[in-house]
């Protein structure tokens, strides 16, 4: 199942996506009356023979970040994919002096809840606070089900599913103040969306991630590819604190990010960002850079 929140006919509705027939078929409005309605589904963790009504063209309907809200911080991974952590590594922009390019262990670090941003909404950032905002396409875990201790074994039983995100960093933060967060969690940069797919309809080794700018393409990876896979990220944070239904694991990015470039290809105001992956979708998000109060 492919599930995601729209605006349809001046209403916000909850639609399951068929990609194939190219329709949005709407769940009944008493399933949208909640303030974060699919959070609410996830949570009640019932999400068959669900009552539905109108169906629509998806060219006809506008998708929203699939959660009203955030429940809490996104749990990111930096450098899980080889090559981006080598690049990572070389750019200039690593504050972690010392470390090596290929993490031992699962790298996390968080973005606020305020960053969240719909799949077609501006990226937008102070060029007088931050020159140097970058795109990170990635594939983001959902969960469907608290847990707390889980082995790698068990860790898929507790995924709701997959979503697309972009992980937009403002790298001069990211180096200035020696740490991940700060340069993560400007407002708007998590693009989310534009829909959520249940577990068994993305298999990793079939899942091709990719990133354009101004429709050049700078990403392209398989989601099989990462360093370390989603079952043991889970296990991992889990080990730490335990996991709510609805929390985001944001996976990690593939090489091709603005900072591997020599110069740097830092966004730009105008610039048109699209993440897309195998079934779920993409992101389309204009730059807006602008003056506080402009």
């Known amino acids: 199942m492919k599930i995601g929140r729209c605006l349809w006919k001046t209403q916000i509705r909850l639609a399951m996506i068929n990609e194939g027939q190219g329709t949005a078929t709407f769940l009944a409005p008493s399933l949208t009356q909640g303030a974060n309605p699919l959070l609410d589904l996830i949570t009640a963790g019932n999400t068959t023979g669900l009552p539905t009504t109108d169906v629509a063209a998806l060219d006809e309907v506008q998708f929203l970040a699939p959660f009203s809200q955030l429940r809490r911080n996104v749990f990111a991974v930096g450098k899980n994919y080889r090559d981006h952590a080598a690049e990572f590594d070389r750019s200039g922009f690593n504050a972690t002096t010392g470390a090596a390019a290929i993490p031992e262990y699962p790298q996390f670090f968080s973005k606020a809840t305020t960053t969240l941003s719909g799949p077609h909404d501006p990226i937008r950032f102070d060029p007088s606070h931050t020159q140097s905002v970058d795109y990170e396409g990635e594939i983001g875990v959902v969960i469907g089900k608290t847990c707390r201790h889980v082995s790698p074994d068990d860790a898929m039983d507790h995924v709701f599913g997959y979503v697309l995100l972009n992980d937009v960093t403002a790298r001069d933060l990211q180096k200035r103040h020696a740490q991940w967060h700060l340069g993560k969690s400007l407002d708007t940069f998590c693009p989310l969306g534009p ?75 105008g610039d048109v960002v699209r993440v897309a992956a195998t079934g779920l979708g993409e992101l389309c998000n204009p730059v807006v850079a602008r003056e506080a109060g402009k």
């Not at 990403?219 to 609805?246: H, M, N």
């Not at 944001?250 to 290809?265: D, L």
């Open 195 to 269: 829909w959520i797919a249940t577990r068994d309809e993305i298999q990793p080794q079939d899942c091709l991630l990719r990133t354009w700018v101004n429709e050049e393409q700078r990403q392209a990876a398989q989601f099989s590819d990462l360093i370390f896979d989603v079952p043991t990220l889970i296990s991992t944070l889990s080990q730490a604190l335990t996991l709510l239904p609805g929390d985001i694991i944001a996976t990690g990015t593939p090489v091709g990010v603005g900072i591997g470039f020599s110069p740097p290809r830092f966004l730009r105001d």
